[in-house]
């Protein structure tokens, strides 16, 4: 079992950068795909970005796709999403997730999830 703790949300301007951090607890981070997922008011929550277990593969949503990078550390347990060229409609609550499988898209894949940081993006 993982436990997530992501941080690093906030109010930013459109246009600006933020970066999110989800620190993992355990001995065997390097044996999960990481994904990001953000939830919007009165939304469902939407797939973002995932990376495989060596951070060799990477995908993404295609509203993200060219201002937000994911990535990790697995020395240091802690999967990353590099916010870029941010806009109104980023704004949600930003959750991380760890699956045994397989990158993917489907929300329902991920067995552990993290309690969410919320981003807000002015316009």
């Known amino acids: 079992q993982v436990q997530l703790v992501e941080s690093g949300g906030g109010l930013m301007q459109a246009g600006g950068s933020l970066r999110l951090s989800c620190a993992a607890s355990g001995r065997t981070f390097s044996s999960y795909t990481m994904g990001w997922f953000r939830q919007a008011p009165g939304k469902e929550r939407e797939f973002v970005a995932t990376i495989s277990q060596g951070g060799g593969y990477t995908n993404y949503a295609d509203s993200v796709k060219g201002r937000f990078t994911i990535s990790r550390d697995n020395a240091k347990n802690t999967v990353y999403l590099q916010m870029n060229s941010l806009k109104s409609e980023d704004t949600a609550v930003y959750y991380c997730?760890?699956?045994?499988?397989?990158?993917?898209?489907?929300?329902?894949?991920?067995?552990?999830w993290g309690q969410g940081t919320q981003v807000t993006v002015s316009s």
């Open positions: 997730a760890a699956t045994w499988l397989a990158p993917t898209v489907l929300e329902g894949k991920y067995a552990y």
